[in-house]
């Protein structure tokens, strides 16, 4: 019995190491049919294999091989190429047997989108959709994306179920894509006449906690204070406790929702708790989860060949708990970003928030936001201050933030000096008695004013308050104090919702970023 036991367990290994021996590659999702190659750069491929196994990728005429270690991992390198607008083929091979072949590749450039709703924003629900409808389909326009929330305790190799590569082709997958980075990518085609691909994975309502590496908490307050409090909770967590919750919350809304109904009345909202189901690994919901969206989302695609990420967020980290936190939060995100693909200067162009009526402090949130712009290498800001809608947090014209995003693109990336990309900021303020000269950097573009003056406040007699103001040459504007009094501050449009009082610009229509100087 025990020689039995003995020989089966032999015949067992046997066949392991025999189907392991044949077992085929895996790759992560990110490498598909339809997905678009970065030109110009060495691009990295990746995966696993049986330990050892000679493992080839075929490319556009090049053939580069490598033995997967130890662990299974390897990982190649293309030579650089051009864009190439033909449909291409890849095909990857383990010990001279192929095991994938991908289809439909471009060669082009590729763009990492970030952030939360204003990012994730559907191309369907934006003020030009019907125009790009009209213009049918942009097969060189390709969206690579994953599901919306997808969370994980730790770093991820292989991306959530359903993550994939889609062509533009208005199906409902493609125009469910971010407004944003399709207006972006619409601009960059028509300057570079490349192929573009964007790897679209903001999550509506996160703050930047959800989106950096747990090994970086350490580095700022708030952060670790978070992740103390999340694992406290995680602890105690049940998670069928909060289903069954959940669940009772649910069938009570949709009673009250019926009982509306058989009355003519109108129904209730969702209630927010409601709009997501409890998670079985953790106790906050995902938009707040340290460092899981990132292990998810991130981590998986981490060091695809990429030239810049762009970045719209800010609105959740606006409250009065995580902003005097802010330009730290953002500092560590962008250089863990850089960090995960291996470029310590990777571009980082992000969307200064627009105007809008809320209880937060969207003003000084813009000024951090501005601040590590300033401190930052290669990181610039694109300023809408002159959108947005009062009452809605979700501004509908897309096309504004993704043409000014691709227009820093084209200047700072692409080198095309020529393209007007910065927005005209203070460089200093000057004081005398009851009147100031606001001098402002204008990167060679006059400032000019539009309608009447506007925006600008002055700290005087201990309180701010409104003044006279008058442009002054290409970059200056004088303020007085109406009644005589000795100025001590100056301010532009520092107020949540600030667009009616929008009145300084370039002469490339870009508008002033706001500031305050002096004063309380």
Same mark, same amino acid.
Not at 175 to 193: C, H, K, P, T
Not at 347 to 361: E, Y
Not at 505 to 510: C, E, M, P, R
């Given at each position: ?11 067992? #290994? ?100 970030? &952030?939360?709703?204003?990012?994730? !924003? ?13 213009? &049918? ?24 179920? &359903?993550?994939? !590569? ?201 000024? #951090? ?119 001590? &501050?100056?301010?532009?449009? !520092? ?26």
């Amino acid at each position: 019995m025990k020689l039995n036991k003995i020989k089966i367990a032999c015949l067992c #290994a046997f066949v392991l190491s025999c189907g392991a021996l044949n077992a085929d590659i895996r790759m992560p999702e990110i490498f598909g049919d339809n997905m678009v190659l970065q030109r110009q750069e060495k691009v990295k491929i990746w995966g696993q294999a049986e330990a050892g196994a000679v493992v080839k990728v075929e490319f556009f005429g090049q053939k580069v091989s490598t033995k997967a270690g130890e662990n299974g991992n390897w990982s190649v390198r293309l030579s650089p190429m051009k864009a190439d607008k033909t449909s291409r083929e890849m095909k990857v091979y383990e010990n001279g047997k192929l095991q994938k072949t991908f289809k439909n590749i471009l060669v082009g450039e590729v763009w990492i989108l970030g &952030g939360q709703s204003n990012m994730e !924003w559907t191309l369907r629900k934006t003020t030009q959709f019907e125009r790009v409808k009209s213009e &049918g389909e942009k097969p060189l326009i390709r969206f690579f994306i994953e599901p919306n929330s997808a969370l994980a305790e730790q770093p991820q190799f292989f991306l959530p179920k &359903g993550s994939k !590569w889609i062509t533009f082709d208005l199906g409902n997958s493609a125009i469910s894509r971010s407004g944003v980075g399709y207006y972006f990518a619409e601009a960059l085609l028509a300057d570079l006449g490349v192929p573009v691909g964007l790897i679209d994975t903001p999550l509506g309502g996160s703050a930047m906690r959800t989106w950096i590496p747990e090994e970086r908490f350490g580095e700022n307050a708030f952060l670790s204070d978070c992740l103390k409090d999340f694992k406290k909770q995680k602890a105690s967590y049940n998670y069928e406790k909060a289903m069954k919750k959940y669940k009772e919350g649910i069938a009570k809304w949709q009673a009250e929702v019926a009982e509306a109904k058989k009355h003519s009345k109108k129904a209730p909202e969702k209630p927010w708790a409601l709009r997501s189901k409890p998670s079985p690994i953790s106790p906050q919901r995902a938009q707040g989860t340290p460092s899981y969206l990132y292990n998810a989302k991130i981590a998986p695609i981490a060091s695809y060949t990429a030239r810049g990420f762009l970045w719209y967020q800010g609105e959740s980290d606006a409250n009065k708990n995580s902003l005097p936190h802010f330009e730290s939060q953002f500092e560590i995100l962008i250089d863990s970003w850089r960090n995960a693909w291996e470029k310590k200067d990777m571009p980082f162009i992000f969307v200064q928030l627009a105007s809008f009526t809320t209880a937060s402090d969207w003003a000084k949130t813009r000024s #951090a936001q501005a601040a590590v712009s300033k401190k930052m290498k290669n990181v610039h800001m694109a300023n809408i201050i002159d959108c947005g809608e009062e009452k809605d947090i979700h501004p509908k014209d897309k096309t504004t933030v993704g043409v000014r995003l691709e227009k820093l693109a084209m200047n700072k990336v692409y080198g095309k000096s020529s393209v007007l990309a910065d927005a005209p900021d203070i460089l200093k303020v000057s004081y005398k008695g009851s009147s100031a000269i606001a001098r402002f950097n204008t990167y060679g573009s006059a400032l000019e004013g539009r309608g009447d003056a506007r925006g600008f406040e002055i700290f005087a007699g201990g309180k701010w308050k409104q003044c006279k103001a008058k442009l002054m040459g290409p970059d200056s504007v004088e303020l007085s104090s109406p009644d005589g009094e000795k100025i001590e &501050g100056v301010r532009y449009l !520092w107020k949540n919702w600030a667009r009616p009082d929008v009145w300084l610009y370039n002469a490339g229509g870009l508008p002033a970023v706001s500031f305050s100087c002096g004063g309380k």
